[in-house]
């Protein structure tokens, strides 16, 4: 499957996508959960109840929150699933900087751990985690499929794999709209607030080319896992993805 969502850059230059996404987050990691909050008119909250909601379901002991940014989701997690560790990675030091101040604060630390690393070639032993999330991160990846392989391999079997990613609205009536609020009103948003008013063109950008509904799923079976299924939110502009592990080995 050609995934177009792997040539779009932050910069558009030669450097490797990954290289540029470090950079870019490195860069607005002090507005980003504002623009956050403004662009989704606080909606994102909800979306992440959601994703905590799925994987409390599975009770699980081990959570990895992959491309965790500043650590919301990995927080949420903790706090609503009280027996379980969560570990966050990321690329951008900038953004977990961030994120480790948030689990200070609400005095988490014991419980859920940042670290800097690749999310496509995760520092962690096989079957590591009941759980792995990720929130708006997936877009952002150089390859996708060793992404989603990467997530598959450290998922213990019988575990859940949440993607919780911005999507394009299928109804005709509402993409019009989208795309002015996306293509117009946030990157202007953007270039007010942050220092880095590419990251906010880059963005529509990024979702407009992302692999979306049964594609997504595609992606998720090539990686060996079982059971993908979708659940479109707020008139389809986010949409959860989960499948999980299977108990015994998949054929190649």
Not at 97 to 112: H, N, P, Q
């Amino acid at each position: 499957m050609e995934i177009k969502a792997e040539k779009i850059t932050p910069y558009g230059t030669d450097r490797p996508k990954g290289a540029q996404v470090e950079e870019m987050f490195d860069n607005i990691a002090p507005a980003y959960d504002f623009m956050n909050r403004a662009m989704t008119l606080g909606i994102d909250r909800s979306w992440r109840r959601k994703v905590v909601k799925a994987a409390a379901g599975t009770s699980p002991a081990d959570i990895l929150d992959v491309a965790t940014g500043t650590g919301d989701l990995a927080l949420q997690l903790a706090r609503a699933i009280p027996g379980a560790t969560v570990t966050g990675i990321d690329l951008s030091e900038g953004m977990l900087a961030v994120g480790r101040r948030k689990i200070d604060e609400a005095g988490m630390s014991d419980r859920v751990t940042l670290r800097q690393g690749d999310c496509l070639n995760l520092p962690f032993p096989d079957a590591s985690f009941d759980v792995v999330t990720v929130a708006f991160g997936v877009r952002n990846f150089e390859h996708l499929d060793k992404g989603y392989a990467e997530m598959a391999r450290v998922l213990r079997p019988g575990g859940k794999l949440i993607v919780l990613e911005l999507s394009v609205p299928p109804s005709p009536v509402v993409k019009p709209f989208y795309r002015l609020y996306t293509r117009g009103i946030i990157p202007m948003l953007g270039r007010m607030v942050s220092s880095d008013s590419r990251a906010y063109t880059y963005l529509p950008q990024s979702i407009a080319a992302m692999p979306q509904g049964e594609k997504m799923l595609s992606l998720m079976q090539d990686a060996h896992l079982a059971d993908p299924a979708l659940t479109r939110l707020t008139l389809g502009v986010s949409t959860i993805y989960t499948a999980r592990k299977p108990l015994t080995a998949q054929p190649n």
